[in-house]
Each structure stands twice: as structure tokens, then as C-alpha cells.
């Protein structure tokens, strides 16, 4: 089954858009994502395959999707495994012991290869959906000790995608009312020296103040502003008033 999909993603290789997204998405040597290759496909042609297959593909198959070249067959694949565990999430699935485990089966996968989501977008179209949401989820691979270590060996390893990982699925945990994910990493990542990281924390502290409190945000930023690289600071304040943002600006 994989192969048919990946052979239908490959017939609608589009050259033009190919080229426009190998820049885009920084292919070239020495780029972040350098040897990433593209068959020019737009998110909602993918979005489209998923929806007509995730029901009946097979788990076990999912990782001929992710181990493939062409990225956007990657994304199919981590886009089929958010379509699972959105499914097992249901209201009425939430404490429903099988669905549990399923849920379990699926973010196992999604962490085994998680450095097949090599490219910000893959990372920011997946990670909240089944690793955010599986953080305020029933599980039975551990405790919350155990959630919180699952996000540390993220934060703390060497791929740029892995720490990504880390501080983006809070977006989820966010929505849902729980600050605690988002400081803990956004402080781990604060001097990050890669630039996707900066916008990152920023991204996610900007989320914090919108749905959680303002407050907590000028909290964190009381602590941090002075030492927080540009790019995080200014992501982070985007909602403040003009006012504000120059008064936190100047802290810098």
C-alpha cells in the first residue's frame, strides 16, 4: 500500500514548484536543510491523499513513507499517523484502554523516527498533534516524570529537528491551558544558537501569553529578556502594544 501511495505522490511532480521549495525550505550546502529533495507538491495536494487513505493504511506501513527521499512522501506519512491518533483521541476514546495503547504505538513511531522529520514544516505539522497532545493524554508508558524525560532527551539531543520537537509540541499543551511545557523548554532552548530555534521559543512563548496569560509572559521575560537572542524576544512580544514592545525591546 505504501508503494502505491508514494508512486501517486511521485506522478504529480512539479518542476517549477519543485526548484521554488528546494529554495524555500534551504537545501544548498551547508544549509539547515541541505539534501532535502522535493517533488514540488503543495501541502493540500498531500493533505488530500491522506484523507483518502489513513483509515485503511496500515501502521506497519508507515515507515516506507517516512523513510523515503521525497519529503513531501515524509509528510504524507507523518500526516497519517496525526490522522490515527486524532481518531484514538475522541472524546469518547480519551480513557478506552485499547485506544490508549494504540495512541502509545503511535507516538513510539512518531519518536523512533523522528529525525525523518527533517525540516521545520514537518516538525510544526505533526509534533503538537501527537506528541503535544499525547502529553495531556492517559498512557501507559509512564508517569509524568516519564512524559517530562521523553521531552528532555528531545530538548537535550544533537538534532536540530529533535530539539524543535521539544519546545513546539507545548503549542498543544498550551491550547489546553498547561504553561508548564512551554516555560520549561522555552528556558532549556533560550540561548540556542540556531536561528529556527529563536523563532521557535519565541512562536511558543507568543502562544503562551495569548492563551494562557500575559502576565506569565512578562514573568518569563522579566527574567530573560536582557539575555534572549532578537529574533526570540521579538516573536515573543508580537502582541503586545507598541509601548511595550519598545519597553521590552530596550531591555535587550
Not at 508512486?7 to 525550505?25: C, I, T
Not at 490515527?84 to 485499547?98: G, H, P, Q, V
Not at 523522528?114 to 514537518?122: H, I, V
Request: hydrophobic share 40%.
Amino acid at each position: 500500500m505504501a508503494e502505491d501511495v508514494i508512486a501517486y505522490l511521485e506522478s504529480l511532480r512539479n518542476e517549477k514548484q519543485r526548484k521554488v521549495l528546494m529554495g524555500f525550505f534551504k537545501t544548498g550546502k551547508g544549509e539547515y536543510g541541505e539534501g532535502d529533495e522535493f517533488l514540488g507538491l503543495k501541502v493540500p495536494q498531500t493533505r488530500e491523499v491522506v484523507k483518502a487513505v489513513w483509515k485503511d493504511f496500515p501502521l506497519e506501513e508507515v515507515p516506507k513513507l517516512l523513510m523515503n527521499r521525497w519529503h513531501e512522501v515524509r509528510l504524507c506519512g507523518l500526516l497519517i499517523l496525526v490522522a490515527k491518533f486524532e481518531n484514538l483521541a475522541t472524546k469518547r476514546l480519551i480513557n478506552d484502554e485499547a485506544a490508549i495503547r494504540a495512541r502509545d504505538n503511535i507516538l513510539i513511531m512518531y519518536l523512533k523516527y523522528a529525525e525523518r522529520a527533517n525540516n521545520w514544516d514537518l516538525v510544526d505539522l505533526s509534533v503538537h498533534k501527537i506528541l503535544g497532545a499525547w502529553l495531556l493524554l492517559p498512557t501507559f508508558l509512564g508517569d509524568r516524570d516519564y512524559k517530562i524525560n521523553v521531552l528532555d532527551s528531545l530538548a537535550k539531543s544533537t538534532n536540530l529537528w529533535k530539539q524543535r520537537m521539544s519546545i513546539v509540541c507545548t503549542w498543544k499543551t498550551t491550547q489546553q491551558g498547561d504553561p508548564f511545557w512551554c516555560l520549561r523548554y522555552a528556558e532549556m532552548h533560550l540561548l540556542h544558537p540556531h536561528d529556527l530555534m529563536h523563532k521557535a521559543v519565541g512562536w511558543m512563548l507568543r502562544e503562551l501569553g495569548k492563551r494562557i496569560s500575559m502576565d506569565l509572559l512578562r514573568n518569563f521575560l522579566s527574567l530573560h529578556a536582557h539575555e534572549m537572542p532578537r529574533t526570540a524576544l521579538r516573536y515573543s512580544i508580537e502582541r503586545m502594544s507598541e509601548q511595550e514592545r519598545q519597553y521590552w525591546m530596550q531591555k535587550k
